[in-house]
C-alpha cells in the first residue's frame, strides 16, 4: 500500500512536498500518518498496480498527480478526484480508462478545477462543452461496462458447452 512504502521510507517527502512513489508496487491508497497529509502537494505514483483511487481524498492538499501506467479501468474508479479541490494537474494516461470514450469530458466533470490534464492544458471552450458530453457519455460508458459483463458470461457459457460436449462424446 502507499502507506507502507511511505512508512518505509519517509525520506520521499521532500521540502517542496513532493512524494515520488514510482514503480513501488503499489496495489492501493490509504493515508499516510495524519500530520504528513497536508504537506504533500504532489504526488507521484505511477508505474504501479493501482486500481481504484479509493483514499486519495485523505490527501486534500494535492495539487498535481500523477497515476500514469496503472490499471485503472472505469471512470466510476475517479470518483474520489472529486474531493481534492486544490488539484490542478493529472496526469493518467498508460491507463484502460484514458482509452474509453469521452474519458477526458466525464473527467472534467469529476475535477472541475484541472487546468492539465496528461501535460495538455484544458481551454474554456473544452471545460464548457465537457458538462454537455458527460451525460452522454456516462451512459456510453455504462453500456460498455455492461457489454464487458455479457461477454464474460458468454465466455463461461462456451466454456461450460464445450466441457459437456467433451463429457457427452466420453460417456457415448
Given at each position: 500500500?502507499?502507506?507502507?512504502?511511505?512508512?518505509?521510507?519517509?525520506?520521499?517527502?521532500?521540502?517542496?512536498?513532493?512524494?515520488?512513489?514510482?514503480?513501488?508496487?503499489?496495489?492501493?491508497?490509504?493515508?499516510?500518518?495524519h500530520?504528513?497529509?497536508?504537506?504533500?502537494?504532489?504526488?507521484?505514483?505511477?508505474?504501479?498496480?493501482?486500481?481504484?483511487?479509493?483514499?486519495?481524498?485523505?490527501?486534500?492538499?494535492?495539487?498535481?498527480?500523477?497515476?500514469?501506467?496503472?490499471?485503472?479501468?472505469?471512470?466510476?474508479?475517479?470518483?474520489?478526484?472529486?474531493?481534492?479541490?486544490?488539484?490542478?494537474?493529472?496526469?493518467i494516461?498508460?491507463?484502460?480508462?484514458?482509452?474509453?470514450?469521452?474519458?477526458?469530458?466525464?473527467?472534467?466533470?469529476?475535477?472541475?478545477?484541472?487546468?492539465?490534464?496528461?501535460?495538455?492544458?484544458?481551454?474554456?471552450?473544452?471545460?464548457?462543452?465537457?458538462?454537455?458530453?458527460?451525460?452522454?457519455?456516462?451512459?456510453?460508458?455504462?453500456?460498455l461496462?455492461?457489454?464487458?459483463?455479457?461477454?464474460?458470461?458468454?465466455?463461461?457459457?462456451?466454456?461450460?458447452?464445450?466441457?459437456?460436449?467433451?463429457?457427452?462424446?466420453?460417456?457415448?
Open positions: 500500500s502507499l502507506n507502507d512504502c511511505f512508512r518505509t521510507n519517509q525520506s520521499l517527502l521532500d521540502v517542496s512536498g513532493k512524494v515520488g512513489l514510482v514503480e513501488m508496487g503499489i496495489d492501493r491508497i490509504d493515508a499516510m500518518r500530520e504528513m497529509l497536508p504537506k504533500v502537494k504532489t504526488l507521484y505514483l505511477s508505474n504501479n498496480n493501482i486500481h481504484s483511487l479509493d483514499g486519495i481524498e485523505s490527501y486534500r492538499s494535492i495539487e498535481c498527480l500523477s497515476i500514469t501506467n496503472n490499471t485503472i479501468r472505469y471512470v466510476n474508479q475517479l470518483e474520489p478526484l472529486r474531493h481534492l479541490v486544490l488539484l490542478r494537474k493529472l496526469s494516461a498508460g491507463n484502460p480508462v484514458s482509452m474509453m470514450p469521452y474519458f477526458r469530458e466525464r473527467l472534467l466533470g469529476l475535477c472541475p478545477f484541472l487546468e492539465s490534464l496528461d501535460g495538455v492544458p484544458i481551454s474554456g471552450a473544452e471545460r464548457m462543452s465537457a458538462a454537455g458530453i458527460a451525460s452522454t457519455a456516462a451512459i456510453v460508458t455504462e453500456q461496462q455492461l457489454n464487458e459483463l455479457r461477454n464474460l458470461i458468454l465466455r463461461h457459457l462456451s466454456v461450460q458447452t464445450r466441457f459437456h460436449v467433451l463429457l457427452l462424446n466420453q460417456v457415448c
